[in-house]
């Protein structure tokens, strides 16, 4: 009787191809790795590409926080069609000639949407209100309104702009961009407000992202690089790469694992979720400082 080959433990940085859910890439992973035990940090949308980061048994209780690090996105904006969804997915709602719109009225709407923002999520979102998903009310179409709410637009550049002509016959401009921004912000939104402000109308033609937190665009492997070998980063690796390390003794680190709110040291003091090593140098507890003692948020010894 042969033995069931262990089930990895760790992260799967998928590159996402265009048409699948996030779910649909959790459901392929876990038949791929053997096991129910599978998460992403962080959704894509289907027209999107690239970085999704997967957790697989223990490394799905690191998920929730490296949902909360900063992104990096390359896309592609058209400038001159509003549309349904805010993206290339959704029907047209208007067509605005965009062919006098200049480069430095691009630059400026642009510098506007960049630093800390004010921004309105796009109505078909995953984004709940009063316990009910955007997408769902707008589908069934009801009259909603969704409150802005704020997010960091760390980077926002424009590399290229080319002329094109829609479908329709208009006039329009796509501009190649770059994003780096906070967990929450809306790409497909920063094109609809672009567009907006500059009075031709605007939405999202491409998008791939390039980076979730530490995890790059080169370290990811498409699903059937996955089928074929099954590339996983340790639980350890993970969060070393994520978060600050902080390495006690034998006696801290059982106080630790038991529950005890140590004091720490002041560096970490406001720095998010920080990694726990041992002497031995496991990875044993994530925790985060909590009026200058430590609050576990996740045991992995």
Same mark, same amino acid.
């Given at each position: 009787?042969?033995s %069931?080959?262990?089930?990895?433990?760790g992260?799967?940085?998928?590159?996402?191809?265009?048409g699948?859910? /996030?779910?649909?890439v959790?459901?392929?992973?876990?038949?791929?790795a053997?096991t129910?035990?599978?998460?992403?940090?962080g959704?894509l949308?289907?027209?999107?590409?690239?970085?999704?980061v997967?957790?697989?048994?223990? =490394?799905t209780?690191?998920?929730g926080?490296?949902a909360?690090?900063? %992104?990096?996105y390359l896309?592609t904006i058209?400038?001159?069609?509003?549309?349904v969804?805010?993206d290339?997915e959704?029907d047209?709602?208007t067509?605005?000639?965009?062919?006098?719109?200049?480069r430095? @009225?691009i630059?400026?709407?642009? =510098?506007?949407?960049?630093g800390?923002?004010?921004?309105v999520?796009?109505?078909v979102? @995953?984004?709940?209100?009063?316990?009910?998903?955007?997408? #769902?009310r707008?589908?069934e179409?009801?009259?909603?309104?969704i409150?802005?709410?704020?997010v960091t637009?760390?980077?926002? =550049?424009?590399?290229d702009?080319r002329?094109?002509?829609a479908e329709?016959?208009?006039?329009?401009?796509?501009?190649v961009? /770059?994003v780096v921004?906070s /967990?929450?912000?809306y790409?497909?939104a920063?094109?609809?407000?672009?567009?907006?402000?500059?009075?031709?109308?605007?939405h999202?033609?491409a998008l791939?992202r390039?980076?979730?937190g530490?995890? %790059?665009l080169?370290?990811a492997?498409t699903?059937?690089d996955?089928?074929?070998?099954?590339t996983v980063?340790? !639980? @350890?690796?993970?969060?070393? =790469?994520?978060f600050p390390r902080?390495d006690?003794?034998?006696?801290?680190?059982?106080?630790?694992l038991?529950?005890?709110?140590l004091e720490?040291?002041?560096?970490?003091?406001? @720095?998010?979720?920080?990694g726990?090593?041992?002497?031995?140098?496991?990875?044993? !507890?994530l925790?985060?400082?909590?009026?200058?003692?430590a #609050? /576990?948020l996740?045991v992995?010894?």
């Amino acid at each position: 009787m042969t033995s %069931k080959p262990p089930v990895p433990d760790g992260l799967v940085i998928v590159d996402k191809p265009s048409g699948f859910t /996030s779910h649909d890439v959790v459901a392929k992973m876990r038949g791929i790795a053997r096991t129910r035990r599978v998460g992403h940090a962080g959704t894509l949308d289907p027209m999107a590409t690239g970085v999704l980061v997967l957790g697989v048994e223990r =490394a799905t209780k690191l998920l929730g926080h490296l949902a909360l690090t900063e %992104k990096e996105y390359l896309g592609t904006i058209r400038l001159g069609q509003d549309t349904v969804t805010d993206d290339a997915e959704g029907d047209v709602l208007t067509s605005t000639p965009a062919s006098e719109v200049t480069r430095e @009225a691009i630059d400026a709407e642009v =510098a506007v949407l960049t630093g800390n923002i004010m921004q309105v999520p796009s109505k078909v979102s @995953a984004i709940k209100i009063d316990g009910k998903r955007s997408y #769902k009310r707008a589908r069934e179409g009801e009259d909603f309104e969704i409150p802005a709410r704020p997010v960091t637009v760390s980077s926002f =550049a424009v590399y290229d702009v080319r002329p094109a002509v829609a479908e329709d016959g208009t006039p329009v401009l796509d501009l190649v961009v /770059s994003v780096v921004c906070s /967990s929450g912000t809306y790409i497909r939104a920063l094109a609809r407000d672009l567009g907006a402000a500059l009075g031709v109308g605007g939405h999202l033609t491409a998008l791939r992202r390039t980076r979730v937190g530490p995890y %790059k665009l080169d370290s990811a492997r498409t699903l059937d690089d996955l089928q074929r070998e099954l590339t996983v980063m340790p !639980v @350890a690796e993970a969060a070393a =790469a994520a978060f600050p390390r902080w390495d006690v003794d034998t006696r801290r680190a059982q106080l630790l694992l038991n529950g005890v709110r140590l004091e720490m040291p002041d560096e970490y003091a406001g @720095a998010g979720a920080v990694g726990v090593y041992d002497s031995d140098g496991r990875f044993i !507890v994530l925790v985060e400082e909590s009026r200058g003692k430590a #609050k /576990s948020l996740a045991v992995f010894a």
